[in-house]
Structures are given as C-alpha cells and as structure tokens.
C-alpha cells in the first residue's frame, strides 16, 4: 500500500466526518473512557434506536473536519478518546439520551457539542436534554393550538346566535 493511499483514506474519512458535521442538527461529543464494553453497547444501542449515530475518530481526522465545517470552537475538547453522536432529525435526541446515560454512569463525560449550527456547551447540552422529546413537543403544540380554536369556535357561534335573535 503507498502513502498515497492512506493520504486519501484519510482523506475520506475527514470528508465523511465533515459531512456528518454538516448534516447534523446535534452533535454531541463524549469521553466515553470510563465505560465498560457492555455499557457501551447499551449506550449504542439506546441512540440507535433514536436514529443518532455513534461513530469514534481519531481526534487528528475531526480537528481537520471541524475546520473544513467551520465549527473549529469544537477543536478544544478534541482531546483524549472521544465518541461522537450525529443526529441528522432529532435536536434533542442525543442530548437526553446522553445525558441521562451521564447520570447513571460517571464515566460518561459529555464535553461539547453543535446544535443547529452552534457550538453548545455541557451547560448547553443538559439543558437541551431536560426539554420534552420532539413527541413530547408536539402534544404540548397540539394542546395549545386545540384550545384558543375550540373557544374561537364557540365564540364565533355564540356572536352568530346573537346575530340571529337580534334579526328575527
């Protein structure tokens, strides 16, 4: 194999990364260090089943990727092992689901991530893990948008009942 080709596998890998990067609307990057091969596994299993990819880099392809995506604010916490989950639908997906791993298990640090676009902090993570899902979002959606339209309704009835009386 010449150098060339490891040049452009690593290449490729930079531009999948970057890529993920792109395409993302969270990103989430953890030290996963601590954790034991089953619990790992528990944890892929969980943002899998979420839609969120779990993928570990080596940190010298992501610094190179997060340049190329523009989101070199991530370059600080590139360090040591890191794992990363992409989530290309779900904002809050790999928050929660992150988060709530942490808590169970110490090991677990969530170190910094990109939602939308932004570079978020741990601070910023958390509080994006305590929202309600995008299910949970939408019921609270649809009780809001269900009530003022309900009472519209009987409001618009109630002025034409009147209408009525005062005609006949």
Known sequence: MGSASVVEQKKLVVDEITGKLKSSVSTVVVDYRGLDVSEVTELRKQLREAGVEFKV???????????????????????????????????????????????????????????????????????????????????????????????LALAAKAVADQKEEQGA
Do not use: C, W
Request: aromatic share 4%; glycine share 6%; net charge negative.
């Open 57 to 151: 880099y080596k940190n010298t392809m992501t610094r190179r990727a997060v340049d190329a995506a523009e989101m070199s604010g991530l370059k600080d916490v590139l360090v040591g092992p890191n794992a990363i989950a992409f989530s290309a639908e779900d904002v809050v997906a790999p928050a929660k689901i992150l988060n709530n791993f942490a808590k169970d298990h110490e090991a677990l640090e969530i170190k910094a991530g990109v939602i939308e676009g932004n570079l978020a902090t741990v601070e910023d993570i958390k509080a994006i893990a305590a929202l309600p899902s995008r299910e949970g979002l939408l019921s609270m959606l649809l009780s809001v948008l269900q009530a003022p339209i309900r009472n």
